[in-house]
């Protein structure tokens, strides 16, 4: 089942696929990395980070040559078709679960932000009809909406970095611990997501390899870049002991700087970041799980015309409960968005014609990752 044409023009339809992998992948806890990695050190941090981009980067292009052959499929179909029913099911159950939470999340932290700008639960509404009006008749709309919304994420970025460098800074390499790195993995895995949309991507860029490859590595490049400068600039003016004291408080970064700096300024440009990126990852996540309904719903059409409602429905779970879906936030993060993001796409390439050794050493990294998360879990 194909999507709707949105685009007209090649370069158009490379940048909305580019903004669209980078607003997917950046969300508002790249500003609570430097807090989660106090304990390992700079070195170690930007070294993992590295390597979690790679092989997030090389699992999203082994997923859109699978796509690629398939086309007319989403998802839940191309799964099933490689890894047949229990390995579909698998997968159903992991994208659904993380993409419902995820969804939850994202309305409960969008409320929350606009509660603090004074325009709360009105807006919060009027922003779900709006994406539920695009869901079902403008998806261009969206990706509009989407792109712009990443600009302004690089923007407030931009200026949250150049207002720090002012400060005092203290030495990147002062201290390094190398053991306390794994149990960091699947936060870090986390800051990468963006494979629920690579069924969009490759349809925009007309299932050219090259164009989607591109697109990819340029979307990704993104969170690799925001990640290693926030952490930067974190560790650079911050010591364990002050990351230590904000991870008691679940402060983000910004709260730090403003108290480092003692203006407000942090504080402003750190709601306007953290509203543009969940506001852009929540797009993202809605326009992706669309297209995964529809597919899972084929040949149901009373269902496949619901979908829109179904994505609309974790707004009002949220500004209900939404204490109910952190703890299961963190559990959907690391455990199925790892199955999803890593093991079960790399999984095809283990036999058969596919069959390289870099396959199995990449798909033996998820599995690594996957354990420690289980075990921190315990």
């Known amino acids: 089942m194909m999507r709707d044409k949105i685009y007209t023009t090649d370069w158009h339809r490379f940048w909305s696929a580019v903004f669209l992998i980078a607003g997917m992948s950046i969300g508002a806890s ?5 807090v989660v990695l106090r304990f390992s050190g700079y070195l170690p941090a930007v070294v993992a980070m590295f390597v979690v981009y790679i092989c997030m980067l090389a699992s999203g292009i082994l997923l859109s040559r699978l796509f690629m052959a398939e086309r007319e499929r989403d998802l839940p179909a191309l799964f099933h078709k490689y890894l047949g ?20 999340a994202y309305w409960s932290g969008l409320h929350g932000i606009l509660h603090n700008f004074n325009v709360g639960l009105p807006v919060t509404i009027m922003i779900g009809v709006l994406i539920y009006y695009g869901l079902r008749n403008n998806l261009k709309f969206l990706c509009g909406a989407n792109s712009a919304l990443t600009i302004g994420l690089i923007l407030s970025f931009i200026f949250i970095v150049v207002a720090s460098l002012r400060g005092e800074s203290l030495s990147l390499f002062s201290s390094a611990c190398w053991s306390q790195l794994p149990k960091s993995l699947p936060i870090i895995l986390c800051s990468y997501g963006y494979h629920q949309v690579i069924p969009m991507i490759c349809e925009q860029l007309d299932y050219d390899a090259r164009s989607v490859n591109r697109a990819l590595l340029c979307g990704t490049l993104f969170p690799l870049v925001f990640n290693i400068v926030i952490l930067t600039v974190a560790f650079r ?11 008691k408080l679940e402060l983000p970064v910004f709260v730090l700087l403003k108290q480092h700096f003692n203006s407000n300024f942090f504080t402003y440009a750190g709601r306007c970041f953290s ?3 969940i506001s852009t990852s929540l797009l993202a996540v809605s326009m992706a799980m669309r297209g995964a309904l529809r597919d899972v ?17 974790p707004m009002f779970v949220a500004i209900l409960k939404p204490e109910l879906f952190f703890t299961l936030l963190g559990l959907c993060g690391g455990i199925f968005g790892n199955l999803m993001a890593g093991i079960l796409p790399v999984t095809p390439f283990l036999g058969g014609k596919f069959f390289k050794l870099r396959y199995l ?6 599995v690594a990752i996957f354990i420690i998360e289980c075990i921190n879990l315990m």
């Open 237 to 247: 003016l911050f010591s364990v002991d002050e990351l230590s004291e904000a991870a």
């Open 361 to 366: 050493l990449l798909w033996l990294v998820f």
């Open 297 to 313: 719903f084929r040949g149901k059409k009373v269902l496949q015309n619901s979908t829109e409602m179904l994505i609309i429905v």
């Open 30 to 34: 790249e500003l609570g990395l430097p």
């Open 85 to 104: 029913k229990g390995g579909a099911l698998l997968f159903n159950i992991s994208y659904f679960a993380l993409a419902f939470c995820l969804l939850v």
């Open 275 to 277: 509203l543009f990126a």
